[in-house]
């Protein structure tokens, strides 16, 4: 098995190992059948989408598996990922302990699947990014060694940040799919930090990417089109 692969499968079996720590831990108990189900959905694209890339752009996909704190990135993209990572971790830990653990809330099983489906609709949309932004890393950052060029088609041609409007699905999608108002009650804030650093990263691919500023005058909307 070539060594991207074994890469692959090894950090995704960690981050799922992480995710269902704290999901357990927070709920108290095993007996989460959406839970179980959530982590599957992940698994279950996440290799997907990664042998996908292995084949069609394995210099992609050792970007999306490089550390999310790189010597090149900008620091302050360093200390947002980081905090990204925190929150992430409190964010699951929460809807555990609220979905049940306590059973603050009541989310109808209708509502449940379409937030499995809104996940999988991110999931699948991604691809599609993917597809069309072969520099699309995880981290704010000039790829001047893989020939980092200015992406405008597929997706980035109606929105700048078509990865981060489709997160949008999954983020909402995450707590009603588990049972969580109050993990979805944090969505807004989390889409409006996501919102912080597109702007951010405008600023450094306008004053590094060439091409792009130009790019900015072309796409006027960031997420959804006729809204911002």
Same mark, same amino acid.
């Given at each position: ?29 095993? #007996? ?66 609220? #979905? ?26 991604? !691809?599609?990014?993917?597809? #069309? ?26 929105? !700048? ?5 489709? &997160? ?24 409006? &930090?996501?919102?912080?650093? &597109? ?6 691919? #306008? ?22």
């Amino acid at each position: 098995m070539k060594p991207l692969i074994v890469r692959l499968f090894t950090q995704t079996l960690i981050w799922l190992a992480l995710q269902g720590v704290l999901l357990f831990a927070s709920a108290g108990t095993l #007996a989460w059948p959406a839970a179980w189900l959530w982590l599957l959905e992940w698994a279950a694209c996440g290799i997907w989408i990664g042998l996908w890339l292995a084949r069609t752009d394995p210099g992609l996909l050792a970007e999306r598996l490089a550390p999310f704190a790189q010597r090149e990135q900008q620091r302050w993209d360093r200390v947002f990922m980081v905090s990204v990572a925190l929150g992430w971790c409190a964010w699951l830990c929460l809807i555990g302990l609220d #979905a049940v653990r306590y059973r603050w809330s009541q989310v109808p099983v209708w509502l449940s699947v379409c937030g499995a489906v809104a996940i999988f609709v991110d999931l699948y949309a991604t !691809r599609g990014v993917f597809a #069309a932004n072969r520099y699309a890393a995880p981290v704010v950052k000039i790829q001047r060694e893989r020939g980092h060029a200015l992406s405008d088609s597929g997706p980035y041609a109606y929105v !700048r940040h078509p990865m981060y409007a489709f &997160a949008i699905l999954l983020l909402a999608g995450t707590p009603l799919m588990l049972g969580s108002w109050w993990g979805l009650a944090c969505v807004p804030a989390m889409v409006a &930090a996501i919102g912080w650093r &597109a702007v951010r990263e405008e600023r450094t691919l #306008a004053a590094e990417l060439p091409g792009y500023r130009a790019y900015l005058e072309r796409v006027k909307y960031r997420f959804v089109p006729g809204v911002w």
